[in-house]
């Protein structure tokens, strides 16, 4: 839920994402852009808008420009209930907003498969130093190994599965959530200036 008038005004005035805008200028063989320009590149070139997410993603920066709408007393009843939902259903994608992206490429092996070495490496220093185990239960101390490979290698199912299942949340209540302000918005419930920042 990318405002794409705030995200062209970001990538020409904000340094932030001076990546962005040299790859515009470099597509395009022009050093005069103007918003409507990197507002049609966007429309064109959707990896830039992933790359825009995955910029902000990492300078923990939302990517979701939809504001909290003011729920009034004036407000009819569907008026307020469809407020209240869409409200609920941007915190939920606030909440999950670390989750937009599904768990390909991500960096859980790295950082799963590095505490599962330490610890393994620590246990052998352990065991090597103040203890007699290696001659004395040999095997005992490699099932020991394995069994941290096997816990390591089971963190990492868990953690990638519970990163799937909030993937999943996130991408059904994105829909949703564009399908429901749509809706209001052709039913003229609240002003599109009223939503997005």
Do not use: C
């Amino acid at each position: 839920m990318v405002n794409i008038e705030k995200v062209s005004l970001q990538i020409l005035d904000d340094a932030l994402y001076n990546t962005l805008l040299f790859e515009i200028k470099e597509k395009l063989s022009n050093q005069n852009i103007t918003p409507q320009i990197v507002k049609e590149m966007l429309k064109s070139s959707p990896w830039l808008l992933d790359e825009y997410k995955e910029i902000n993603a990492q300078s923990e920066q939302s990517s979701i420009h939809v504001k909290f709408l003011q729920i009034s007393k004036d407000d009819m009843p569907e008026v307020a209930k469809a407020k209240e939902q869409i409200n609920n259903s941007v915190q939920t994608l606030k909440n999950l907003e670390n989750f937009e992206r599904d768990s390909k490429g991500s960096a859980y092996p790295i950082w799963i498969g590095s505490v599962g070495v330490i610890t393994i490496f620590m246990a052998h220093n352990i065991i090597a130093l103040f203890s007699e185990l290696y001659t004395t239960h040999d095997k005992g101390v490699y099932l020991f190994f394995a069994s941290l490979l096997g816990i390591t290698y089971l963190a990492y199912i868990k953690i990638k599965n519970n990163h799937d299942r909030q993937h999943k949340i996130f991408t059904t209540t994105y829909t949703k959530t564009q399908e429901m302000i749509n809706d209001a918005l052709q039913k003229s419930y609240f002003l599109y200036d009223d939503i997005y920042k």
